[in-house]
């Protein structure tokens, strides 16, 4: 390939010469399709982080492929320290007795499943917040389930809105249980 004398070359050194171009052409394309596909994850993960939502996708063993930004904010992990572990590995359960993740209920049993209350999330930092959770399994072209992609919500402040209204509640019936308790006694002294 490097001489540079003129002669004839012969049909194997072409053929030699053809099958060093060929490899070469074929290295290129190859980096040409992983930098195509290296910007497609790039522009996917700027949409994923662009939402307000908590998302996250698994593989079929339930490790982590994806955490976008609103699930860093919210858990306290980021995608490098959560990237290869199980949500048992990393987010746990918020008490023994809570319910297996979806996301491990879709991968074992292929099915979406979407729960807006009664679950909690363990924070990196050991608080535990309420949680609105919904997840799908990710099934190949044969039906078999390859991984799970899900969101989550933190539902602090529809609870503590739901605590602020029940004691609303309660503090308004006691302030009119008192005035109307005074003018029914006072009925029935006049009806006497």
Request: glycine share 6%.
């Amino acid at each position: 390939v490097g001489d540079t004398r003129a002669r004839d070359w012969t049909a194997r050194e072409i053929d030699l010469l053809q099958t060093v171009a060929n490899q070469t052409a074929n290295a290129l394309q190859s980096a040409e399709l992983y930098q195509d596909v290296v910007a497609e994850q790039r522009r996917v993960q700027a949409i994923l982080d662009s939402g307000l939502s908590a998302l996250y996708a698994t593989d079929q063993d339930g490790r982590f492929i994806l955490f976008n930004c609103a699930a860093e904010r919210l858990t306290g992990w980021t995608l490098p320290e959560i990237l290869g572990q199980t949500w048992e590995e990393t987010l746990g359960r918020a008490h023994p007795h809570s319910a297996a993740p979806l996301a491990w209920e879709a991968l074992h049993f292929g099915k979406s499943l979407r729960v807006l209350e009664g679950r909690e999330l363990k924070l990196r930092d050991g608080r535990v917040i309420p949680l609105a959770e919904t997840v799908a399994p990710l099934v190949d072209k044969h039906g078999h389930v390859t991984g799970a992609v899900g969101a989550f919500w933190d539902l602090s402040r529809e609870k503590q809105a739901e605590m602020t209204r029940e004691f609303f509640l309660r503090m308004v019936a006691h302030e009119l249980r008192t005035p109307i308790t005074k003018i029914l006694s006072a009925a029935s002294l006049v009806n006497a």
